[in-house]
């Protein structure tokens, strides 16, 4: 099976995504959501929190399993994507657009050396 893995994205081994600057958006991988299956339920931080790089900053739960979620890079939450409360399918249907979890503002933009490239995410997930 083929994923959807954008190559302007940065990547987590645990399949959390990121845009990268100074202002970043996270997500979940097409292949996580596609692993977890239906996601019923989204717990993610407030605005204004603090969230460290490896660091779990929410809950994914699906109709299969309960995931905590990790952040690919550290700062402080300053959106938080309210639509996916309503209507978690979001999460399944758009990962890496409607879908998005968090925004933060990044404290330390050499985290990003830490992550992974989409070629590397992709032969990880092969």
């Known amino acids: 099976?083929?994923?959807?893995?954008?190559?302007?994205?940065?990547?987590?081994?645990?399949?959390?995504?990121?845009?990268?600057?100074?202002?970043?958006?996270?997500?979940?991988?097409?292949?996580?959501?596609?692993?977890?299956?239906?996601?019923?339920?989204?717990?993610?931080?407030?605005?204004?929190?603090?969230?460290?790089?490896?660091?779990?900053?929410?809950?994914?739960?699906?109709?299969?399993?309960?995931?905590?979620?990790?952040?690919?890079v550290s700062g402080e939450v300053t959106a938080v994507n309210d639509a996916v409360f309503d209507k978690p399918e979001l999460v399944n249907e758009d990962p890496y657009g409607d879908g998005w979890l968090i925004e933060i503002e990044v404290s330390d933009e050499g985290e990003f050396d830490d992550l992974l490239d989409a070629d590397e995410y992709e032969a990880q997930i092969e």
């Open 1 to 72: 099976m083929s994923f959807e893995i954008p190559d302007d994205l940065r990547y987590r081994e645990t399949h959390e995504w990121t845009t990268t600057g100074d202002t970043v958006r996270f997500g979940i991988s097409d292949f996580a959501q596609d692993e977890l299956g239906d996601i019923v339920f989204v717990e993610l931080p407030d605005v204004g929190d603090t969230v460290e790089q490896t660091g779990e900053f929410g809950v994914v739960e699906s109709i299969k399993a309960v995931s905590d979620i990790y952040a690919p």
